[in-house]
């Protein structure tokens, strides 16, 4: 699991609450990154981040925002939760391994939005 | 995303027999990955694919890369109810986006039957 930890696994929040979500890694990876996940949309990159305090917009970013203040965090929060931001959110990292680059994905976080 | 197109969505095999699932690109890749995802779980890493032509194997399964580097496929050798699962594949586009981003296809679910 090249030691990636989501906090929380499960929340249900009511929508126009702030919702932050925790990616927590062990092994110092410079690159990570958040996903979610839909039917019928497969995984889509929010925001990413290639280091401390570098952090840059992916495909679906608009309702969120993310911080990076050590390596081993990155947050996603989402400022004023909405209905369509109900969805199973993925936290991953890359690691170059030689020639080859590895990506890593966490367990997941569900969440609801109601 | 319909810039990587997975087929079949779906597929039902018998035990100990192949099965095949193919990832196209519409545009250039640098790399391909494959995770499985169980459902309700997080997505295991299988392999990357960076090379045109390059070929790899991890158990049971076998993973290429086409020589123009727009298409990968996945073989499972004599499958088993732990080959059932959903079969994503991931695009890397560093030459033409930011390092280590991916876009996955929607995935393919297979059933393995007794």
């Known amino acids: 699991d090249a030691g990636i930890t989501q906090s929380p696994r499960h929340k249900v929040t009511e929508t126009g609450t702030p919702v932050t979500l925790r990616c927590h890694q062990t092994?110092?990876?410079?690159?990570m990154y958040w996903y979610r996940q839909d039917p019928g949309h497969g995984l889509r990159l929010i925001h990413y981040?290639?280091?401390?305090?570098?952090?840059d917009k992916g495909e679906v970013s608009d309702g969120y925002s993310v911080s990076r203040s050590k390596t081993e965090d990155f947050l996603l929060t989402l400022e004023s939760a909405t209905s369509s931001q109900t969805s199973v959110y993925f936290c991953?990292?890359?690691?170059?391994?030689?020639?080859?680059?590895?990506?890593?994905f966490g367990q997941g976080t569900r969440l609801t939005v109601v | 995303s319909q810039e990587l197109e997975q087929s079949p969505q779906s597929l039902i095999v018998q035990e100990g027999k192949n099965l095949t699932i193919n990832c196209t690109s519409s545009?250039?890749?640098?790399?391909l990955y494959w995770y499985k995802q169980k459902y309700g779980e997080g997505l295991i890493f299988l392999m990357m694919?960076?090379?045109?032509?390059e070929e790899k194997s991890h158990e049971k399964i076998t993973a290429k890369l086409d020589e123009k580097k727009q298409q990968s496929s996945l073989h499972i050798t004599a499958s088993q109810p732990s080959h059932a699962g959903i079969y994503l594949c991931?695009?890397?586009?560093?030459?033409?986006?930011?390092?280590?981003?991916?876009?996955f296809g929607a995935g393919t679910q297979v059933v393995v039957t007794p």
């Open positions: 545009k250039t890749l640098y790399g």
């Open positions: 694919l960076q090379k045109g032509g």
């Open positions: 981040s290639y280091g401390v305090k570098d952090t």
């Open positions: 991931g695009a890397d586009r560093r030459l033409t986006d930011s390092w280590g981003k991916l876009q």
């Open positions: 092994e110092n990876h410079r690159y």
């Open positions: 991953a990292i890359s690691e170059s391994r030689g020639a080859d680059t590895e990506a890593f």
